[in-house]
């Protein structure tokens, strides 16, 4: 886990008091005291940029109850292609039905890699060991996918359901992402990403729960929001 030094600790401090300053008072302050708190935020803020490391490949873990993981997962994927880049999806879960994302990314057939290996949520598959070949046999494309240094992004939709279900092990899968290229991000959805594994990442987001319309409104899954 990074260990953030005093300066860095001060700066991050400073930055976060500027900016409840000129919420909280924005309106009782005038042009020139605005433009003095904007002026310093803009010289904390790249004084922090210039001491940051120009580039490093990340493990990023989007996890929590709400809705939106794969959500966030695949806009990174949109960019990256926009970039150019080849990017990896594999879906742990996922592969029962034919996912609307898989149509639109056939748009990028020389960039990405495309695998939905799952076969749908457990209560469907109600087969245990097949689900764990299934399971297995993600994993595998995944560490095939993980080595190549050809691929600067790869996405594991739902690894974290596989993991909390016992499906694979952690400490596997934290050995598979040390096996990663050093300017290769990895992305990791699911709920209940267990506690190794957020250690390990970079960056993690957790999605909150606040209100859901099938739980609140007994609204089905739509095409285009959930599908």
């Known amino acids: 886990m990074k260990n953030d030094t005093p300066e860095e600790l ?9 900016i409840d300053e000129v919420m909280s008072s924005s ?10 708190k904007m002026q310093r935020r803009k010289e904390v803020q790249d004084q922090r940029i210039a001491k940051a490391i120009p580039e490093k490949g990340l493990i990023i873990v989007n996890t929590g109850h709400g809705k939106g993981k794969t959500t966030a ?3 990174m994927v949109m960019r990256s292609l926009g970039h150019g880049y080849k990017v990896a999806i594999v ?13 639109v990314f056939s748009h990028w057939p020389d960039q990405l890699e495309f695998h939905a290996m799952g076969e749908g949520f457990t209560w469907e598959t109600q087969d245990r060991d097949r689900d764990l070949d299934k399971a297995s046999a993600a994993w595998d494309k995944s560490l095939e ?5 050809d691929f600067k992004l790869v996405l594991l939709d739902e690894i974290n359901i596989a993991l909390k279900l016992g499906y694979l092990e952690v400490e596997q ?16 959805t699911g709920r ?17 729960l606040i209100k859901h319309p099938f739980r609140d409104q007994g609204i089905k899954a739509q095409a285009g929001i959930e599908y």
């Open 10 to 18: 001060n700066s991050d401090q400073e930055l976060s008091r500027l």
């Open 27 to 36: 309106s009782s302050l005038n042009d020139e005291q605005y433009r003095q």
């Open 73 to 75: 997962a695949l806009g």
């Open 91 to 103: 879906q742990f879960i996922k592969g029962a039905w034919e996912p609307s994302e898989k149509r």
């Open 145 to 149: 996918f993980i080595r190549n240094p």
């Open 173 to 188: 899968v934290l050995a598979g992402l040390a096996q990663k290229p050093p300017d290769k991000h990895v992305i990791l």
């Open 192 to 208: 209940g990403a267990p506690p190794a594994l957020i250690e390990k990442a970079d960056l993690v987001t957790e999605m909150t």
